[in-house]
């Protein structure tokens, strides 16, 4: 019938990929790979490298993973985290993707105070998350968490920016007094620089680690830590 309704939403692309798959097999290639290829493929291409990445990191962290449950699953699994233990709050959706941003109502500062030093840092300090999803087969789905992390980068560059404009500033007002000091001040732009870098890969690996383990949860179906979870952890604590 698809093919018989090319107007209908998709009916190309699955054609398409039965299609490729029938060729595939002819050819002898591994018919699960293909459908995993096909499956990346529909998730669309990630972001290209731009300017800072290699030193920052790039703008949006991404993981994927191959996890054996169906759409609804993942991505309801996911929601539950986000909302009741992130602090985040669904904004859009759709049958096979999502978008979450940060709360900020008091419920989402009251969850993100109690939550503090309990871990997954990087995650409560996103202004935003998305989840796309793509079925593979039957059993298995592919799940994409992308996180921005734009407004953290840009600190990070303001930061170094201004600590580094700073020994500039230092080194263009003592050339006219003496050479020692121009010596001495000159280092101050370059290391602002280096440690701005390095602390922006730290927390762009802190945070694709962060959503690793946030896909570890999804797939073991852990419940949610909530917020009456987490005040009775501190009144515990205060009673020791």
């Given at each position: 019938?698809?093919?018989?309704?090319?107007?209908?939403?998709?009916a190309s692309t699955r054609m398409s990929e039965a299609v490729l798959l029938e060729a595939a097999a002819e050819?002898?290639?591994?018919?699960?790979?293909?459908?995993?290829?096909?499956?990346?493929?529909?998730?669309?291409?990630?972001?290209?490298?731009?300017?800072?990445?290699?030193?920052?990191?790039?703008?949006?962290?991404?993981?994927?993973?191959?996890?054996?449950?169906?759409?609804?699953?993942?991505?309801?699994?996911?929601?539950?985290?986000?909302?009741?233990?992130?602090?985040?709050?669904?904004?859009?959706?759709?049958?096979?993707?999502?978008?979450?941003?940060?709360?900020?109502?008091?419920?989402?500062?009251?969850?993100?105070?109690?939550?503090?030093?309990?871990?997954?840092?990087?995650?409560?300090?996103?202004?935003?998350?998305?989840?796309?999803?793509?079925?593979?087969?039957?059993?298995?789905?592919?799940?994409?968490?992308?996180?921005?992390?734009?407004?953290?980068?840009?600190?990070?560059?303001?930061?170094?920016?201004?600590?580094?404009?700073?020994?500039?500033?230092?080194?263009?007002?003592?050339?006219?007094?003496?050479?020692?000091?121009?010596?001495?001040?000159?280092?101050?732009?370059?290391?602002?620089?280096?440690?701005?870098?390095r602390t922006g890969r730290r927390r762009h690996a802190d945070l694709v680690a962060d959503l690793e383990g946030?896909?570890?949860?999804v797939e073991r179906g852990v419940r949610p830590i909530t917020l009456t979870d987490d005040v009775r952890r501190?009144?515990?604590?205060?009673?020791?």
């Amino acid at each position: 019938m698809t093919a018989d309704h090319p107007a209908v939403p998709g009916a190309s692309t699955r054609m398409s990929e039965a299609v490729l798959l029938e060729a595939a097999a002819e050819a002898g290639l591994d018919p699960d790979a293909v459908r995993t290829s096909l499956a990346i493929e529909r998730l669309g291409p990630t972001d290209p490298a731009r300017r800072f990445d290699r030193t920052l990191g790039p703008r949006r962290a991404a993981v994927e993973r191959i996890i054996g449950l169906d759409v609804d699953t993942l991505l309801g699994r996911l929601d539950d985290l986000l909302q009741r233990q992130h602090g985040l709050r669904r904004s859009r959706s759709g049958g096979d993707w999502g978008e979450w941003r940060k709360r900020t109502d008091a419920l989402g500062t009251v969850q993100r105070i109690a939550r503090a030093g309990t871990g997954n840092v990087q995650l409560r300090r996103l202004q935003r998350i998305e989840a796309r999803a793509s079925v593979i087969d039957g059993g298995r789905t592919i799940l994409r968490l992308i996180a921005d992390r734009t407004p953290q980068r840009n600190e990070a560059i303001a930061g170094g920016s201004v600590v580094g404009g700073l020994g500039v500033a230092v080194v263009a007002s003592a050339a006219v007094l003496t050479t020692p000091i121009v010596l001495a001040a000159t280092p101050v732009a370059v290391v602002a620089g280096a440690a701005t870098a390095r602390t922006g890969r730290r927390r762009h690996a802190d945070l694709v680690a962060d959503l690793e383990g946030l896909l570890d949860t999804v797939e073991r179906g852990v419940r949610p830590i909530t917020l009456t979870d987490d005040v009775r952890r501190v009144l515990r604590q205060l009673r020791r």
